[in-house]
């Protein structure tokens, strides 16, 4: 079983403060990667991370995930690549300071995306690296578009062409800052432990809103309703959403317990 992994950018940066990647919730999070690894060595990770302040911000500006049609917004298509990548390579290095087998994947240099839904992606070096016991890490960036020019595909987006694509069954998990889902968010009174989201949209809920923070790819809501897509559909098992925050929940997450909220369908049970 496939896992993919993504390390929220409102985990691994502060939000709120332009181009601040935490540095030592990284290396944590590293380490306990490499533990789980250890522990359980049959594990395959396909690792991916968000953009939080890096590449938000001028995604933000420029509006670029609604398409990039101008010279002005091509420049900014090229920031906001520049910043989601400078992420991605601080994140590479303090990732093989920890010794963990990673190997960067660029999606910009690799996928085609049609009015902002990624169409075409050649994923033979993924494999290739999941076969020889690598992790490949993904992110989200600017790609090409055929429609809009050029678009932003969120980690999420990119999960879900590798998920249907790699056709193996798999699981998700969502480390960000938040414990998990808030039937209350923002008042964060009552945490979810399971949401069966078979209904789903039809039991969609006021609770699932976009971030609090500068963010173009949706928040909350559109994670949830891209992950009951694939759980619908068959193509993942389930989806965690939980805190990388507390020390140990993504060891332990990734040793199949379950920290936060699991999205699940009636169907598996
Ligand atoms: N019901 C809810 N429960 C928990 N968080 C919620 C809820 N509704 C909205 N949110 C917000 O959505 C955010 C998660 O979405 P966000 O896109 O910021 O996460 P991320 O994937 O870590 O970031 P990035 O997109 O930078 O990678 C939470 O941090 C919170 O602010
Ligand atoms: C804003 C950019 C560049 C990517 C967004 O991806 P996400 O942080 O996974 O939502």
């Not at 590449?55 to 520049?82: C, M, N, Y």
């Not at 690598?134 to 790609?143: A, L, N, Q, R, S």
């Not at 020019?149 to 987006?157: A, F, M, P, R, V």
Request: net charge negative.
């Amino acid at each position: 079983m496939i896992t993919f992994l993504k390390l929220g950018g409102s985990l691994i940066t502060e939000k709120d403060k332009a181009r601040h990647a935490r540095q030592a919730t990284i290396r944590r999070l590293g380490m306990e990667i490499r533990e789980a690894m250890e522990e359980r060595p049959d594990l395959q990770i396909i690792l991916g991370h968000g953009s939080g302040s890096f590449g938000h911000i001028p995604a933000h500006k420029f509006k670029t995930r609604d398409g990039v049609f101008s010279q002005d917004e091509w420049l900014g298509f090229a920031e906001v690549h520049h910043e989601a990548q400078s992420l991605n390579q601080i994140v590479m290095d303090i990732f093989f300071e920890c010794g963990l087998p990673c190997i960067p994947i660029s999606p910009l240099s690799a996928v085609e995306a049609k009015n902002g839904i990624a169409e075409k992606w050649d994923i033979f070096p993924i494999i290739a690296a999941l076969k020889n016991g690598m992790i490949p890490v993904v992110y989200g960036d600017t790609v090409f578009d055929i429609i809009r020019g050029g678009t932003i595909l969120s980690t999420e987006d990119l999960f879900v062409f590798l998920a249907a694509k790699i056709k193996q069954s798999g699981r998700v998990l969502l480390a960000g800052w938040e414990e998990g889902l808030w039937e209350d968010f923002p008042d964060r009174t009552k945490l979810i432990s399971k949401l069966e989201i078979s209904n789903y949209p039809d039991q969609k809920k006021e609770f699932l809103k976009g971030s609090l923070f500068t963010d173009v790819t949706g928040g909350m809501a559109e994670k949830v309703h891209l992950m009951a897509n694939l759980i619908q559909n068959d193509i993942i098992r389930s989806a965690l959403i939980f805190s990388g925050e507390k020390p140990l929940n993504l060891r332990n997450a990734l040793l199949d317990q379950i920290p936060g909220t699991l999205l699940y369908s009636n169907k598996e049970e």
